[in-house]
Structure formats: C-alpha cells, structure tokens
C-alpha cells in the first residue's frame, strides 16, 4: 500500500519525537510504501528544530512549514496537498492516536474511498466533550450531516478523492465539517471505524480557546453561504 500521513503541529516539540517514531515504526513494520508529512503551522517553541533533527534519523519524514500560525484545518489542508501516494491519511501528532489504529481502518480501503476513526472512549476533560457534542448537533442543524465523532483526527482516503472533499473554507476547527459536507455533496460515502484514543500527557490543547471557536463559527457561516 502506498500510503502518505499528514501530521498537524503547533506547538508539539515534547510530543513530536515519539509520535514521528511511532508512525515511522509502524509504516516500516507493515511494508507501507510512504511518507510522514509533518506541518508546522507557525510553532512559538522549538517545533521546527524538532522536527529538522528527526528528519536525519527517519528518512521518510518530509517537513512542511507555515510562517505563521493559520489553523489546524489549514496544517491538514497542506499536508494532504502536498501528499505524493495513492491514499492520503492525517492524524494528530499530540500522542492522543497511535499509528497502529491505521491497521483498523486500511482493510476497508479495498471496498471504501474514505474511511474514518470514531473514539471508542474520547479520553479528553469534560468540557471538551461537551463542545465536541454541541458542535456535532450544530453541524447537524445546519447542514444536515450527521457523523459519529465528527472530529476524529484519523481518517484515510484515496488522493484522487481529496480534490472533490477538500475544504475551501476552514482553516481550524471546522475542518472535519467541511469536509464530510463536501463528501455528501460529490455523493462519497464513507465508512467510519472504531479507534482508541489517549490522553495527552505532554503539551497543551487549543481547540477549546475562545478564539479557535469563534474562528469555527465565522467559517460555519463562510460555508453555509457558499452552499447553493
């Protein structure tokens, strides 16, 4: 299988070293002919220098980089843009997913183009949850597009797929969104697939901040206009 993973970063120095060995391991283990595509979107701390110094010891890691800080969405958007393989795959690079869960979703590939991680159990605080569910329902209200675990940062999908899906509009939180409503629009079905998640241990969270959740609805909003 040729497959390419598209890692968002901002902020991940602690976290990058075992997530790029983690996925390197794995692709080496299963004989998947790829690449680890890992995007710095404008990281304050040493994110960069992390990520120069394990690229001479993990051969198939490629860096990509945002001057500044543009959005998750938009660190999946170039990773995904700048994947060279027949299946494109993204995951976050906060150790929250292991890259062994790909095993869960790739034997689906023979029969699906787009299959995608649901959290069997959301290890996150409460809160996020909380907005994680409000956030489902709002998607669902107005766009009538219902997903379990609509954000779940680890998806697959064929890269002659990703032109049809590919969202214009997000650049953070509302990502996912975007990009399940173009899936229904181009008429892509997808088949969704358990996944394990983990706690973060190093690093901190910003989907939560004020400012990601006020940039997701001023998207919602840029999206919902642009529909016929």
Not at 182 to 190: E, L, Q, T
Not at 203 to 214: E, F, K, R
Request: charged fraction near 30%; glycine fraction near 8%.
């Amino acid at each position: 299988m040729q497959l390419s993973i598209a890692l968002p970063c901002f902020n991940e120095e602690e976290n990058l070293p075992a997530t790029i060995a983690d996925v390197h391991g794995w692709m080496e283990k299963r004989d998947i002919a790829g690449e680890i595509i890992a995007v710095n979107d404008g990281s304050k701390d040493g994110t960069g220098r992390v990520l120069e110094e394990l690229k001479k010891s993990h051969p198939r890691l490629r860096i990509v980089t945002h001057p500044e800080n543009r959005g998750y969405g938009a660190a999946v958007r170039s990773g995904c843009d700048a994947a060279q393989t027949e299946w494109i795959g993204f995951m976050d690079s906060d150790g929250q997913f292991k890259a062994e869960d790909f095993d869960k979703l790739i034997p689906f590939c023979e029969k699906n183009s787009f299959i995608v991680g649901r959290r069997r159990k959301r290890a996150d605080p409460f809160l996020r949850k909380v907005n994680a569910k409000c956030f489902g329902f709002l998607t669902w209200i107005v766009f009538r597009v219902w997903v379990r675990d609509l954000n779940c940062a680890m998806k697959v999908f064929r890269r002659d797929l990703w032109q049809r899906i590919r969202p214009v509009h997000a650049t953070g939180a509302l990502f996912n969104a975007e990009l399940f409503v173009r899936a229904r629009k181009a008429g892509v079905r997808w088949q969704q697939v358990d996944v394990t998640h983990y706690p973060r241990t190093k690093g901190m969270q910003t989907g939560a901040s004020p400012l990601v959740i006020l940039r997701m609805f001023k998207e919602l909003w840029m999206l919902w206009r642009s529909l016929p």
